[in-house]
């Protein structure tokens, strides 16, 4: 793992690469309080950006999700609280330093928890989505949607039911599939911990399950993300629960995915719930 101190030397870095550069937002094992900032030019092998990166002043920073925002900014969605009505955004202009950007409260009051705020960039409808887990408790956790509704990324509207998904779902990472016209939602069961792939042609639905149980051989999981390779195939990351370990797979057709392996570089069982995104 490599440490990068210098914007100058981070560009770089950035340039070195025509296959594109990935960016990974993340907490670690040894704190929920402090989030890391990693690159790479292969959407594998991670060099550390810098961490940590960023400490908010609630305490508490897990589950952090990364864009690069058309205003030339990154901006990180993250959980606030174990039990809370919010999420955060915080704002950077290059992965080193980082500010709160803005809080977002949850205007439905009976939800005690609200976990894994995750981005989403819908490319059909051009919107700044983030998809939240709400639940009293751990069994009545449901997904959804917070759309900007400015371009500074500061006014929210929501929640908007992901219909179709849940109860007892959480951590909901979507992806866009062009060719298909289909939105292809991973998320996890909260009874099994298995991750389960579900589809949609909105994406607020309604969804419909169409792999579920432990249909990859990821065993049981959380905190699934899946990045674009430069070849066109997709990039499933997620924590663990039987290995221990930080996963990763990968698939050509959201549908079949290849036997997980550990991510390399010692990050394994150091990094936890996070984001990669391919910014190339």
């Keep these: 793992m490599r ?7 981070l560009c770089a870095l950035f340039m070195q690469s025509a296959m594109g550069i990935y960016v990974f937002s ?38 952090p999700s990364i864009i690069r925002h058309t205003d030339g ?27 709160l950007h803005t809080t977002v409260s949850i205007s439905d009051t009976a939800q005690a928890r609200t976990w894994a705020p995750e981005i989403f960039q819908d490319p059909r409808t051009g919107k700044t989505n983030i998809i939240v887990s709400l639940g009293e408790s ?9 759309t900007a509704t400015d371009a500074t990324l500061t006014s929210w509207t929501g929640p908007v039911a992901m219909s179709g998904i849940g109860p007892n779902y959480i951590d909901t990472f979507v992806v866009w599939d062009e ?4 939105y292809h939602a991973y998320t996890k069961n909260e009874t ?21 149980g432990n249909f990859a051989g990821f065993g049981r999981a ?24 930080y996963i990763y797979s990968d698939s050509a057709d959201l ?24 910014l190339g």
């Design 3 to 9: 440490s990068i101190t210098s914007f100058a030397v």
């Design 26 to 63: 993340v907490f670690t094992s040894t704190s929920e309080s402090n989030m890391y900032i990693y690159n790479s030019t292969d959407g594998l092998n991670f060099n550390l950006v810098k961490g940590p990166a960023y400490t908010p002043t609630t305490g508490l920073i897990r589950d």
């Design 73 to 99: 900014y990154y901006y990180v969605s993250y959980t606030t609280n174990w039990e809370g009505r919010d999420f955060a955004i915080a704002r950077s202009s290059n992965l080193l330093d980082w500010t």
């Design 138 to 146: 751990l069994t009545t956790f449901n997904p959804y949607l917070y």
């Design 179 to 182: 060719e298909s016209g289909m």
């Design 192 to 212: 099994s911990k298995y991750l389960e792939h579900a589809v949609a042609y909105n994406l607020a639905g309604p969804w419909t399950f169409v792999q579920t």
């Design 222 to 245: 959380e905190g699934p993300c899946i990045t674009t390779l430069a070849d066109g195939k997709y990039r499933l990351f997620a924590d663990g629960y039987d290995s221990g370990k």
């Design 255 to 278: 549908y079949t995915w290849s036997a997980y392996q550990e991510v390399p570089g010692g990050l394994s069982g150091f990094i936890r719930h996070g984001t990669v995104r391919n």
